[in-house]
């Protein structure tokens, strides 16, 4: 098989890691496996050759039909070989081709054949690879030795014959019920393999049934289950008949306790964890139950085994959340995990102290973690930060101690996530509880001092102007807001004179300070601060109160934003449009406001050929038809509903000296399959330089992301005008002009909608709908060129800013959302990496709400 990846002895930086396959030609490779046809097989020169060709095929490179049908044939003809290795790798391969029905005969005759041969090892792999790809016509010709094999003395055959029922349960579930007779006997099999899989295939064969299953569970908990791995399978499975009998169950002792509480004194280690794990995770479990449990993962928090210790903290870790009592006791054992040199098991036996830890304790646990802190990734960090918090909240009078570790931690070097998790709980504590305002605010401002991430600065800056006038000395904090003005980026400095605005709106004593600062912030190079501090120098008032500027009597109604009435006005006539420009005409504005939604969806559903096709999804930003400083200028807007599109040509006559009538689009949609033109609706008189609009209306499958390219002719009658008296002749000239074409896009199909905190929304997505793929995107120029392109390819709203590319980055993660048509809401993220000289390879992870959706982000990316 492949050779592990091995590092080149290289003196550069940047050492590169290859394959001893790097390199390999689906081509050459088949030209070397003629070999297989050769009278005198060379054994070992054929493994190599299949190792290559299982080699491209796992790296996902494609077989034609005729490529794969030739190897097959040609890996058939190795049968001929006594080699028990080169035997192994035909086994391989075929399982790999998976050939049709018709191949499959070629070689059914050779796999019965070592199903019943004398050698072990080719009656396991015959049956595993003939359950692979026979089909159930095949499958009833050879059950009568899969029960053979399922009862064979040796285990390896055994155990084949049963993991093939297991994925043949999946495609012909009749067929494998039966054998359940044979699979019962297997059970009590003394080989520890055979039990396990043997269990595994007759729970599933029963698993719909739940009486069966509780039958099954019932007679083996009598019974002897010798293999460790069978037994760890049956406290699963009596965990699932706990649960489901738990409704059932009056008062009085739990079903099947006894059991997992006897499961806890076995030989195995295995089997003594996945009891205790069973015990805590019962639902309504109470602590006299827990107690045994606890007792036995206090005793492998001492193992000498690294994943014994983990195992056991994880597990003590989350029943700290519920019963953090029973807990208690573990607490000496897991304070000495905290310099345990496995990070994972220090970060677990940490957060689980500060769940369980006693007030009197906190002090000497706060030493313990700062000089752990600085050995842990930030991940780790995050977590302890946010247990931190939570004993904070347990414990209000420790929070000067507590406040100031934060504190402390929040000088130290660390990443965003980190850097906003501590942020995050201060400000919670600020909140929560009282005492701690002033002294967690001078921490905050301390911060910002030196902070590097702009996002966290504007925060800041925005909940010091929310609390800190309500502060007993408010005039401490202005120092390091006007700070801000002179030493940070336009951001900050915008969000500083906002807060400086708050201080002199709510603290009367500090007016004339304010008054002097703002008016220093007009000088700015930024229009965003200078426009700010002269919003506020006009609003606040000379007592330092927000000017009323209405002076009506207050309604008692609230108010609602759609009762103010919209409308859409078109280009006056008067109006000339600016040189270089074309004039785009009513509705079409850009993209993006509410109103300018509403005001496309008023003029639509006010058409009649339109008004039942439903609420508009999207309408696209103006795409220009014609080029600059041309006779006609046309532009095109997308709207998009669930099963139509309607595209409206906005149109100008730039000629005085015409007038232009019955004006329309002709659409060809030859070259998108998918659309059939169900309306339109011509434009009656287009004159000189007043916009106008034509609309033509397409049908689509409900749903479905159709794209395609439409070629576009503007057809018209031409009539002159006389200069002097401005009216036009009777007589016109029928007329048409060429526009480009107009496609139909991917991207169409996706609302660019952002959400504040990706983390949080891909968490609460949830991984069910989830999709990754990884894409090889060829050579490019640059990582940002790729980047670039992968968003508007699908036409979602970058995230947290990570659509700039750091220079000379060599890998990049973007963050991306939308909302699909249907109104389903997407999330992507992106990882790039440069793969060779400027080849772009990319991962793409996908949730979203539904899984048809999913998969089609996945096909816009493989087709684009």
């Known amino acids: 098989m492949a050779q592990p990846l091995i590092k080149k002895d290289d003196d550069r930086d940047d050492e590169a890691e290859y394959s001893p396959f790097l390199g390999i030609e689906k081509g050459a490779v088949l030209q070397e496996a003629r070999v297989f046809n050769d009278p005198q097989l060379d054994p070992r020169k054929c493994s190599q050759v299949i190792t290559k060709l299982l080699y491209l095929l796992n790296q996902g490179e494609t077989f034609t039909k005729i490529e794969a049908t030739e190897v097959f044939f040609a890996v058939t003809k190795l049968f001929q070989s006594r080699d028990i290795g080169l035997r192994r790798m035909v086994y391989l391969m075929i399982k790999e081709l998976s050939p049709s029905a018709d191949e499959v005969i070629i070689v059914t005759s050779s796999l019965m054949k070592d199903m019943n041969s004398k050698t072990d090892m080719y009656r396991a792999n015959a049956i595993r690879v003939l359950c692979r790809i026979t089909d159930g016509t095949l499958l009833t010709q050879i059950e009568r030795y899969l029960k053979q094999a399922i009862v064979d003395k040796n285990p390896v055959v055994a155990s084949a014959a049963l993991v093939s029922g297991i994925h043949l349960l999946q495609t012909n579930p009749e067929i494998v019920k039966r054998w359940s007779n044979e699979v019962q006997e297997a059970v009590q099999s003394r080989a520890a393999l055979v039990q396990f899989h043997a269990l595994a295939l007759l729970h599933q064969i029963r698993q719909n049934d739940r009486l069966a299953v509780s039958k099954l569970v019932t007679s083996l908990t009598r019974g002897t289950v010798r293999s460790p791995l069978a037994q760890c399978l049956l406290i699963r499975y009596t965990s699932q008949v706990i649960r489901e009998s738990a409704a059932n169950t009056q008062t009085g002792d739990r079903p099947f306790y006894d059991f997992l509480e006897g499961c806890l004194r076995h030989k195995a ?466 007329d048409e002009y060429q526009l480009e074409d107009l496609e139909v896009v991917a991207a169409d199909y996706m609302m660019k909608v952002g959400v504040s905190n990706f983390r949080n929304a891909w968490e609460g997505m949830g991984a069910d709908f989830e999709r990754v793929d990884e894409y090889g995107l060829g050579p490019r120029e640059s990582l940002a060129e790729a980047v670039s392109a992968v968003i508007s390819l699908l036409g979602m709203q970058p995230c947290e800013g990570t659509e700039v590319v750091p220079s000379n980055s060599r890998s990049h993660a973007c963050l991306l959302s939308g909302v699909f048509i249907g109104n389903v809401r997407v999330l992507v993220r992106l990882q790039f990496g440069i793969d060779g000289p400027k080849e772009v390879a990319m991962k793409l992870a996908v949730r979203s709400e539904d899984e048809s959706v999913s998969d089609a982000i996945h096909e816009i990316v493989a087709s684009g």
């Open 269 to 734: 280690e295995m089997v003594i964890f996945e009891a205790a794990r069973a015990i805590t995770e019962l639902s309504g479990v109470t602590s006299r139950e827990l107690t045994p449990a606890i007792t036995v993962l206090q005793l492998f928090l001492s193992s000498s085994k690294p994943v014994l210790r983990f195992a056991a903290v994880r597990t003590l870790n989350k029943v700290a959340m519920t019963h953090p009592m029973a807990v208690t006791n573990c607490n000496i054992d897991m304070e000495s995990l905290i310099s345990d040199q496995n990070r994972s098991i220090a970060t677990l036996a940490i957060t689980t102290l500060l769940k369980t830890g006693n007030e009197s304790g906190v002090d000497r646990l706060m030493k313990q973690i700062t000089n752990f802190m600085s050995d842990i990734a930030d991940e780790f960090k995050i977590v302890v930060v946010e247990a931190i918090r939570s004993l904070c909240l347990k414990f209000p009078l420790k929070y000067r101690s507590l406040m100031n570790f934060l504190s402390n931690i929040l000088r130290e070097e660390g990443g965003f996530e980190y850097k906003k998790a501590i942020v995050d709980s201060i400000v919670i504590l600020i909140r929560d509880i009282p005492e701690a305002k002033e002294s967690g605010l001078l921490h905050l401002c301390e911060f910002i001092e030196d902070c590097e991430f702009t996002y966290l600065s504007t925060q800041i800056l925005h909940f010091l102007g929310n609390e800190g006038p309500k502060t007993s000395d408010p005039s401490k904090y202005i120092r390091y807001i006007y700070n801000r003005v002179h030493l940070e980026n336009a951001t900050v400095r915008a969000a500083a004179v906002s807060t400086l605005a708050k201080f002199g709106a709510l603290v009367d004593p500090l007016k004339p300070r304010i008054f002097v600062l703002l008016r220093r912030c007009l000088f700015d190079s930024d229009d965003e601060v200078r426009d700010r501090a002269t919003l506020y120098l006009n609003t606040l008032g000379g007592d330092g109160q927000v000017v009323e500027t209405d002076k009506d009597e207050p309604s008692e109604e609230p108010f609602d934003i759609n009762s103010v009435p919209k409308e859409v006005k078109s280009q006056p006539l008067a109006e000339k449009k600016a040189p270089g420009k074309k004039p785009t005409g009513l509705g079409a504005p850009p993209a993006g406001p509410p109103s300018t939604v509403d005001a496309y969806e008023r003029l639509l559903s006010s058409i009649p050929e339109f008004s039942n096709f439903g609420k508009l999804f999207k309408s696209s930003a103006p795409v220009e038809l014609t080029e600059a400083e041309t006779e006609y200028a046309v532009n095109v807007i997308k709207h998009i509903f669930d099963g139509h599109v309607v595209f409206q040509f906005n149109c100008t006559n730039t000629i005085p000296e015409q007038l232009l009538e019955n004006v329309i689009v002709i659409v060809d949609a030859s070259e998108a399959e998918e659309f059939s033109e169900v309306a339109s609706k011509p434009l009656r008189s287009l004159p000189y330089d007043s916009p106008g609009q034509t609309f033509v209306a397409f049908e689509k499958p409900e749903g479905v992301p159709a794209v395609g390219k439409f070629s576009n002719m503007l057809r018209f009658i031409v009539k002159e005008v006389d200069p002097t008296t401005g009216e036009a002749e009777d007589d016109g000239v029928d």
